[in-house]
């Protein structure tokens, strides 16, 4: 303390003087700095799956392969890595929030729940499974572009839901609904250049919502009793109408046949006579003779044995066997 005694006056240590840095060393030391961040900054890696988009001064310049590159350092080259190899997905209706042994599903009825052209309530869950096609495109030409992706996905999914009833919805119309949005979805990303090309669209999960779903499964459960119903009948008339009609088919070739056999047979008897006859006018008392001996021939064997004897003849009864069967077989006369 000195001078005025109302003042204080504080004496600090002075510090030590450092070490002295040589003016070439200090140039060294900044050259090398230098020159590390000019190589971290011209440098960059790509990796197999991507592609890289370089832009110089804020301007497309080029597009690069997987592989390490040049570029001009401080910000004069920018460059954009887009994976053009990978599968890239959009789920809708519902998020994954956690992949592990078991999956967490989040719902989101916002997107989920449509209308069909029926005028009936479906809940639609479906995945857009796209790649990359165009880097440039897919960087530069649409703002947003996942999430203008993504609304077109959406309107392109409520119109083809939209045109078609909810049974088709439900059940039978799931697979031409998959490939009708495919189609117009593709066609939209093609019209806005978004360098995107759709691989595949999958719904998920199709259902009525919660509030009528036990009346919606009561109907189906009563179309699928309807259906049974119907294959058992068609079955049976399977079974009895070809049956019938075989059996039908049968009576009426043997009624046929039969017919065909009368006639012919009444035709050749006809023509029989019609000969025999021409053949009598030719000679009557030959064929009446011949006509006697073959009916005679054809008779006396079914006549059983015969005996002749003379007219004349008397005293034979006790011979005779008249109480017998007939002799040999045959009876007597």
Not at 170 to 183: A, D, F, Q, Y
Not at 265 to 279: C, I, K, M, V
Request: charged share 25%; net charge negative; glycine share 8%.
């Amino acid at each position: 303390m000195n001078g005025d005694p109302t003042k204080t006056v504080i004496n600090f240590p002075k510090m030590p003087k450092l070490p002295g840095i040589p003016t070439g060393g200090l140039k060294a030391v900044l050259l090398i700095i230098l020159a590390v961040i000019l190589l971290a900054t011209s440098i960059y890696q790509i990796e197999p799956e991507e592609v890289g988009v370089v832009l110089r001064l804020g301007k497309y310049s080029d597009t690069t392969e997987p592989g390490l590159h040049f570029k001009i350092p401080f910000g004069v080259d920018r460059v954009f890595k887009v994976a053009v190899q990978r599968q890239l997905k959009q789920e809708f209706g519902f998020r994954t929030t956690a992949v592990n042994v078991r999956s967490r599903v989040e719902r989101v009825p916002s997107e989920a729940d449509m209308l069909t052209g029926d005028l009936n309530a479906a809940v639609v869950e479906w995945v857009v499974q796209y790649r990359v096609t165009d880097a440039e495109a897919f960087l530069f030409n649409v703002r947003n572009v996942e999430e203008t992706f993504r609304d077109m996905t959406e309107a392109v999914m409520r119109q083809v839901v939209g045109d078609r009833t909810v049974n088709e919805v439900l059940t039978v119309g799931r697979s031409e609904i998959e490939n009708l949005v495919k189609i117009d979805l593709q066609t939209l990303s093609d019209q806005y250049e978004t360098g995107i090309r759709v691989d595949q669209v999958v719904l998920q999960d199709v259902n009525p919502p919660d509030p009528v779903k036990p009346s919606f499964n009561e109907v189906n459960q009563a179309e699928q009793e309807r259906e049974r119903l119907i294959n058992e009948a068609q079955s049976e008339y399977n079974k009895v109408v070809p049956r019938a009609q075989g059996e039908a088919r049968q009576t009426i070739q043997q009624a046929e046949g039969y017919a065909l056999n009368r006639v012919n047979h009444a035709e050749g008897n006809a023509a029989r006579f019609n000969s025999l006859y021409s053949e009598y006018r030719k000679a009557p008392e030959v064929t009446r003779k011949r006509i006697y001996l073959e009916t005679l021939a054809e008779a006396l064997p079914q006549a059983g044995s015969k005996i002749v004897v003379d007219s004349d003849l008397e005293g034979i009864l006790p011979l005779l066997n008249l109480t017998g069967g007939r002799p040999g077989g045959g009876g007597d006369e």
